[in-house]
């Protein structure tokens, strides 16, 4: 029976493997959640994660940046992809790629982003040997609106683990990783159902 419920129509565009997008398919799938996923673009024709979206019988598109010409070029056949999946919100997802600032104008207040680490603390690249290097003790990941500047937009969620003695990068991805799943399916609740939205380059939320 339908929940009455209007789903805004979301796309996940990833390079890798992949688990995120498929936290997002998997939190989609309940009645009374305000999005369902439409599309999956991957700018790498290898990304583990076409695979297990078809799996889940979710469109799934290889568009690869190396056989286009341009950013612009291979922008351009991104937004095409969006617009024939009549996309309504983005979420990149392990999408190593940078956007041009016309891309991103276009989905302001749009295009939402999980970033491994607590913003504005370690942007870029390598979060979780910067945090070794920094020496906190509280790490872990953010989603935030996109905007021009890189992993700078307006914060939407955020959640922390803790660095534990002995940790490496890689169990210290593993531990954020595991919290980023949920925490990207709150967020991506709270833009589909209009209680997250970006004002005046800040988030402003309601209940
Ligand atoms: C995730 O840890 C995500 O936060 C990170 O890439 C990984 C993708 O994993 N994103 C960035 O570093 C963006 N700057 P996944 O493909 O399994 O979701």
Redesign the pocket.
């Known amino acids: 029976m339908s929940s009455g419920i209007q789903k805004k129509r979301v796309a996940v565009l ?1 390079s ?6 498929t936290a997002l398919i998997e939190a989609a799938r309940a009645a009374d959640y305000p999005a369902e996923i439409v599309a999956v673009i991957a700018n790498k024709a290898d990304a583990g ?1 076409l695979e297990t979206a078809r799996t889940h019988g979710i469109a799934a598109h290889a568009i690869p940046h190396r056989e286009y010409p341009s950013k612009q070029a291979h922008e351009a056949a991104v937004s095409d992809a969006l617009r024939a999946a009549k996309a309504e919100i983005v979420c990149l ?2 999408y ?1 790629r940078l956007m041009s600032a016309e891309f991103v104008g276009a989905w302001e207040g749009r295009m939402i ?4 680490s607590l913003l504005p603390l370690f942007k870029g690249l390598h ?1 979780h040997e910067q945090a070794l290097d920094a020496g906190v003790r509280v790490h872990g ?1 953010t989603v935030h609106f996109v905007t021009a500047g890189m ?1 700078e937009g307006p914060i939407i969620a955020q959640t922390a683990v803790p660095v534990l003695n002995g940790d490496t990068a890689d169990t210290l991805a593993l531990r ?2 595991s919290v ?1 799943h949920e925490t990207y399916a709150r967020a991506l609740a709270l833009v589909a159902s209009g209680k997250a939205v970006m004002k005046d380059g800040r988030t402003v939320f309601s209940d």
Not at 16 to 21: K, Y
Request: aromatic letters at 0%; charged letters at 15%.
């Open positions: 990833i890798g493997r992949g688990s995120n997008m994660g997802a392990g190593m982003n999980i970033h491994p979060t990941c992993d954020v990783l980023e």
